[in-house]
């Protein structure tokens, strides 16, 4: 059976189709692909789970994909990642994306400028990464599949002579005896350069260093289009073949050439993408960091001899051993020995953290000072590590929706420039008569509007932003949350393992009848099997007690509300107030203590006999506060922003947590089902943006609802997966420094921004008034790009909140 998108001819297609159980299934999939525009003579088989249709367009391959995901059934996808070369500015973005967009089968494209990678998102089988990159070429770039997803950079993967520094220096070398005339006339020297030598020394810059101009902007002329390489080849043209021309039609009396604009100018270009170049790998530092923290080797165990393995060999169950001083290989959990581990690269936290048997080791982390013998449980694109590298690279390398606005203006970028190139030629030379005039201002039109800086703008930031955050141990899954946080005016906490520790001891044990052992062996046999905090706080109170736990059967959760099960033939319930009080059970004897110990900010869970109705006994839960709660909480209301506490807990206990950690606003009660609602409410229809922050499986659905989700490391990976940012440790206080994070990030996308957008608004007016030499607009066009991205590399001295002076942490909240 097919899993995958099969062309049968040039219009003919396989589509599969997963989760259909039966006929009306298929009737379903056939009237929704049949009501697709340019789709037709559907026919859909439940055997082999497929479609097969004729599709005019890829449009409408996609768009059928679409019908079926909307029909209630699923399309497979697949993500192939391309390095994209020979792109210079935004203008070639949007071509790159129109050229992948148009193969059948694509869903979706986007192309990333400073990383000079495309993520393609493709119906599984409907195109492979040679389909792709086929396509690219034929849009006049360069691609290869991505092999190794952590190494960054195509100048890092294809190293030649024309990427290096000596392009630049010998192409400035010939340049410099051309502007020297220029210098000299400053200080009152008279002196000019021979014709023919100006021209002997400007031709090799022109077509030898050049070439790459020429040669890419054909390729776009081709296309039908038009990208800044386009505007450097037809200024720097102009003012050489001016200048040819005025040499062989001048006589005697040799006017100014201007080979020196057109040598300059190149030369300034080719500089300025050099140090662009250099500056973009800095940008991706936080991924080959993390990168460069998985060793080759892995010392392995196997039948009790000891030997170095290449990692790729490890598998999982092998046995490693890390020496004192080593990188960890693998995700790993102890059998033997103790130490510490650095998991700073990580986490962003310093602290050394203590291993024994049982514990978890992360991959990339090193070993301290203790021999450790470890069972691997992930490797590959498993580990921990991997994920954590995945996640980085999604983020950099997808847009954020400011991103679309500056694509829909470079969109129309250079065919406006041109069209005011010619207008000031024509405007100059009808006007003034002076055509070698009119011509240079023309050139320093085409020469300074080069939008390169403008597509550089918003992925440098996000992608210097989002190292940043890496290495505080903030993951950023996609550019969208990192957009957004910024403008976060609430955010809610779930309480158990977000703001206290999630490891809730019985601090309380009360029976009705007096006898606290029997009421723990029925608290301890109905709580066996589960993995809940509580539960497992009960089953640790009754191993330290030597009780012996009784069997329960009949077993179920009562969601929301508690657990019931049999307990040597008595029926059990043991859950909350709110479940006492459906039952109408009588709590009376009981009622004083339960209040008290709320109001110690405990919880308190009942069990009860559902069939007499009557209380057995009460247990009490207590949990203390994350250490940088108050701290984290503090942060947030000194930004103006409110926040809110999402708990099952009683009323009781909600508020005491809530008073000692300063919380504007305490939800108690609040059933995992209705969080996501909570939160939808607390969004005012629109008018608050709410960030919800937590670490359960309950969670995930508020995650999913808040504009910003934000989930523990220390928790589910299901709330990981639903949460758009996610802090590596557990401390509250990294909720202040992912906000932060989004506040400096997107203040930087807006000032890159400003000074893509300033050059031109200023730069285009003075060269169409002839006030701007082409030799200054070619500096300026230049320096744009270097700005620009010189300006998101400031966010690498962006430090996290904790453990930060006052004065640093108001700083980092700005």
């Known amino acids: 059976m097919s899993t995958s998108v099969a062309p049968l001819n040039p219009s003919e297609w396989r589509l599969p189709v997963e989760g259909m159980t039966c006929a009306s299934c298929v009737r379903r999939v056939e009237n929704a692909l049949a009501k697709v525009p340019g789709v037709h003579d559907v026919a859909v088989n439940l055997a082999t789970e497929q479609a097969t249709l004729h599709a005019e367009d890829a449009s409408a391959l996609t768009a059928a994909a679409q019908a079926v995901a909307d029909a209630g059934y699923d399309v497979p996808r697949d993500a192939i990642e391309l390095y994209i070369w020979d792109m210079t500015c935004a203008s070639c973005v949007g071509r790159v994306e129109r050229a992948l967009r148009a193969v059948p089968g694509v869903v979706d494209a986007q192309v990333n400028l400073a990383t000079e990678r495309a993520s393609v998102t493709v119906l599984r089988g409907a195109a492979d990464a040679a389909t792709l990159a086929a396509a690219v070429t034929r849009a006049g770039y360069g691609a290869n599949p991505v092999v190794d997803a952590a190494a960054l950079g195509t100048a890092e993967t294809r190293p030649d002579f024309w990427s290096g520094p000596w392009p630049v220096v010998l192409s400035a070398a010939l340049s410099l005896p051309l502007v020297a005339p220029m210098v000299l006339e400053w200080f009152g020297i008279h002196a000019m350069l021979p014709?023919?030598?100006?021209?002997?020394?400007?031709?090799?810059?022109?077509?030898?260093?050049?070439w790459r101009f020429y040669k890419a902007g054909y390729k776009a002329v081709r296309a039908g289009a038009g990208n800044m390489d386009l505007l450097v080849a037809l200024g720097t043209s102009a003012a050489y073949g001016?200048?040819?021309?005025?040499?062989?039609?001048?006589?005697?009396?040799?006017?100014h050439l201007y080979?020196?604009?057109?040598?300059?100018?190149?030369?300034?270009?080719?500089l300025g993408k050099w140090l662009e170049t250099r500056a973009k790998r800095q940008t991706a530092d936080a991924i080959r960091a993390l990168a460069a923290l998985r060793p080759d080797t892995a010392r392995v165990r196997r039948d009790g001899v000891e030997q170095d393995i290449a990692l790729a060999q490890v598998r999982v169950g092998d046995e490693i051993v890390v020496r004192p001083g080593e990188r960890i290989p693998v995700d790993a959990e102890v059998i033997d020995g103790r130490s510490h581990a650095d998991e700073s690269m990580l986490t962003g936290e310093s602290v050394p953290v203590p291993k024994q048997p049982g514990d978890k080791l992360t991959g990339g982390a090193i070993n301290y000072e203790g021999l450790l013998v470890a069972r691997t449980v992930a490797v590959g694109a498993e580990t921990v590590l991997a994920r954590i590298i995945r996640m980085v690279e999604h983020a950099q390398a997808a847009k954020a929706p400011i991103q679309r606005m500056v694509d829909q203006v470079s969109a129309v970028f250079v065919p406006v420039v041109l069209a005011v190139a010619l207008f000031t030629l024509l405007g100059w030379g009808l006007v003034a008569h002076d055509w070698s005039q009119a011509l240079l201002n023309a050139v320093a039109v085409l020469v300074i509007a080069c939008p390169c800086a403008l597509g550089l703008a918003t992925p440098t930031a996000i992608m210097a932003g989002t190292g940043a955050g890496a290495r505080a141990g903030i993951l950023i899954k996609d550019a969208e949350a990192l957009e957004v946080a910024h403008r976060v005016s609430v955010v809610a906490f779930d309480k158990t393992g977000t703001l206290t520790v999630g490891k809730p001891e019985v601090v309380a044990l009360q029976s009705a009848d007096g006898d606290d052992a029997a009421l723990l062996a029925k608290l301890a046999a109905l709580q066996a099997g589960s993995e809940h905090p509580l539960a497992r706080a009960v089953m640790t109170q009754a191993q330290a007690r030597g009780i012996a736990v009784p069997a329960a059967t009949e077993v179920r959760a009562l969601p929301g509300r508690g657990i019931a099960g049999v307990v040597m033939g008595q029926p059990l319930q043991l859950?909350?107030?709110?479940?006492?009080?459906?039952?109408?059970?009588?709590?009376?004897a009981l009622h004083a203590v339960a209040e008290r110990l709320r109001g110690e900010g405990r919880t308190v869970s009942w069990l009860i006999d559902p069939l007499q109705r009557t209380v057995l006994g009460l247990v009490a839960f207590g949990d203390a506060l994350k250490p940088g709660a108050r701290a984290a909480i503090a942060h947030l209301r000194a930004a103006g922003i409110r926040t809110v506490m999402l708990t099952g807990d009683n009323a009781g206990a909600a508020a005491r947590v809530a008073a000692m950690l300063g919380l504007d606003e305490v939800q108690a009660e609040v059933l995992p089902q209705d969080k996501a609602a909570r939160v939808a409410a607390l969004k005012r229809n629109g008018e608050a943006v709410v960030a919800m922050v937590g670490d359960g499986i309950n969670d995930a659905p508020a995650l999913a609802a808040a504009d910003v989700g934000i989930a523990m490391s220390t928790g589910t990976d299901v709330a990981m997966h639903a949460a758009g940012i996610t802090l590596m440790r557990g401390d509250?206080?990294?909720?202040?420094?992912?906000?932060?994070?989004?506040?400096?990030?997107?203040?930087k996308i807006r000032q890159n921004l400003f000074w893509a957008f300033i050059y031109n608004v200023i730069g285009i007016p003075l060269a169409v008034a002839g006030l701007l030499n082409p030799v200054v607009a070619g500096a300026a066009m230049a320096f744009s790009s270097v700005s620009v991205v010189s300006n998101a590399l400031l966010l690498r001295r962006w430090h996290p909140l904790a453990g930060a002076g006052e004065a640093d942490q108001q700083e980092a909240m700005q």
């Open 242 to 255: 001016l200048s040819i021309w005025q040499m062989f039609t001048a006589g005697d009396a040799m006017p």
């Open 575 to 588: 859950g909350s107030e709110g479940l006492r009080v459906e039952l109408g059970a009588d709590a009376l």
């Open 195 to 210: 014709g023919w030598l100006q021209w002997l020394l400007a031709t090799p810059v022109q077509f030898v260093f050049g």
């Open 259 to 270: 080979f020196e604009s057109a040598a300059v100018v190149i030369t300034l270009v080719r």
């Open 732 to 747: 509250p206080a990294l909720v202040a420094d992912a906000l932060a994070v989004s506040h400096r990030t997107v203040r």
